[in-house]
C-alpha cells in the first residue's frame, strides 16, 4: 500500500454491538436536558446540576461540586465521590464507566476519554475502557485522561498533561505523555 492509498474504508465502520446504556429517545432527553438546564443554571447551583444527574442515572456523592460548563455523555456511566469537584469545560466522554473518587478535583478544559478506535483495522473499530481517579486525585487544567486508565489515589496530574497509561498513588506526574516525577508530600497540621 502506498502513501496515497487509504488504509481506513470508514464505508465498513461498525458499532452496533456498543450498548449506550439506554434507549436513543432517553439519550436525546438527555442532551436536551443538558443543554438547557446546566448552562442556564448559576454556578452557585451545583446541587441542581447533581439532582438532575442523579435523575438520568449517575452516582453523585454528597457536596459534590459541578460547574454549569461540565459536560456528561452517559451520566449512567458515572460515578463521582463525596466531596470532588468538576471545574468548567470538563468533558465526561463516558462510553464507558467513568469513577472519580472523593475529594478529587477535575480542573477546567480536562477531558475524559473512554472511547478511542482501533488504529490496525481498516473499519476503525471502536474501543472503549473504563476510566478509574481514585480518592484525593488532583487533575489540574486542560489535561487529557485516555481510555482505561487508572490515576492512584493522591495523585496530582500536572496542567495540560496527556495521560495514556496508569499513573501510581501519591505521585506528581505530568508530560505529554504523563510520567510520574516525585512523591507527592502532603503537609500536617499540629494540632
Known sequence: MTNNESFVDLRKYDQSWFDRGRPGWYILVWWF?????FPLTPHFASGWRCFILRLFGAKIGKNVLIR???RFTYPWKVTI????????????YSLDEISIGEH?????????????????DPA???KTGNITIG???WVAADCFVGT????????????RSSVFTDMPPAQVCWG???RPQYPRQVKIENV
Do not use: M, R
Open 33 to 37: 436536558v443538558q443543554a438547557i438546564a
Open 176 to 178: 505529554s505523555p504523563c
Open 81 to 92: 465521590g463525596d466531596y470532588s469537584w468538576i471545574g468548567d469545560d470538563v468533558v465526561l
Open 68 to 70: 454549569p460548563t461540565a
Open 148 to 159: 482505561g486508565v487508572e490515576v492512584g489515589s493522591n495523585a496530582v496530574i500536572g496542567a
Open 124 to 126: 476503525f473499530g471502536l
Open 104 to 120: 478529587c478535583v477535575i480542573s477546567q478544559k480536562t477531558y475524559l476519554c473512554t472511547g478511542s478506535h482501533d488504529i490496525q
Open 135 to 137: 480518592n484525593g486525585v
